[in-house]
């Protein structure tokens, strides 16, 4: 039971560069969202979807780009890597806006 | 909006002692009460929630918390904790709108 699954682990970045984290989910889940946690800190919620074709800002969407095409695969989408984009970013999926979260392995990201 | 204060961020404890992270929550609504654990390099898994109705919750690997509405408190308990369970504890709030706001964390460090 593969859950979320997110890739890649781990990736370094130049200043300027772009890339995309991605993440699936087999369990059918309505909601997704991606989040951030930087050290000594909680988690920022980035984007969030509740369901294919919709997504929405969260707390710190500056920098970032989703989209929600089907509903197993949520990427997120990183324009002009900045070193304050250093982090490790986790994928997670619910079954409604009230339940639990199911979090991916996360991506640690660093921009160099 | 929702916000989440964890009141410790390390909480030092002797292994078979019994523990307490304390979490205070604000909120205009009715609210969604969540616990995590991280182990290190790992994404976060579920503990216990509280959704509605009996206001002690239990969870996995013996811990439990109490939701105290007129306190705004979630506080998490073990009465005998053991070296494995050193990790970070995330307490969380929702509002069922699908966004989580997480605290910054305790780290709860258990020694022999």
């Known amino acids: 039971n593969a859950g979320v699954t997110q890739t890649p682990k781990f990736r370094i970045l130049k200043i300027g560069q772009s890339m995309t984290l991605q993440c699936t989910q087999d369990?059918?889940?309505?909601?997704m969202y991606w989040y951030r946690q930087d050290p000594g800190m909680g988690l920022k919620l980035i984007y969030y979807s509740v369901g294919a074709g919709i997504t929405d800002k969260g707390e710190v969407p500056n920098g970032y780009n989703v989209s929600r095409s089907t509903t197993e695969d949520f990427p997120l989408r990183l324009e002009l890597a900045a070193p304050s984009q250093t982090s490790v970013y986790f994928c997670?999926?619910?079954?409604?806006?009230?339940?639990?979260?199911?979090f991916g392995e996360g991506s640690r990201l660093t921009v160099l | 909006a929702q916000s989440v204060t964890q009141l410790d961020s390390q909480v030092p404890v002797f292994e078979e002692a019994p523990v307490e992270l304390r979490c205070n929550y604000s909120?205009?609504?009715?609210?969604?009460l969540f616990w995590y654990v991280q182990y290190p390099n790992q994404g976060l898994q579920l503990l216990l929630k509280?959704?509605?109705?009996?206001?002690l919750v239990k969870g996995i690997n013996g811990f439990e918390a109490e939701f105290n509405k007129s306190q705004t408190s979630f506080h998490l308990r073990k009465p005998s904790v053991h070296i494995s369970d050193t990790a970070e504890y995330f307490c969380?709030?929702?509002?069922?709108?699908?966004?989580?706001?997480f605290g910054d964390g305790t780290t709860l460090t258990v020694k022999p």
């Open positions: 969380a709030v929702s509002e069922g709108a699908g966004k989580s706001t």
């Open positions: 997670a999926s619910s079954y409604s806006g009230a339940g639990e979260l199911f």
């Open positions: 509280y959704l509605s109705g009996s206001t």
């Open positions: 369990m059918n889940h309505n909601y």
């Open positions: 909120s205009s609504v009715s609210v969604y």
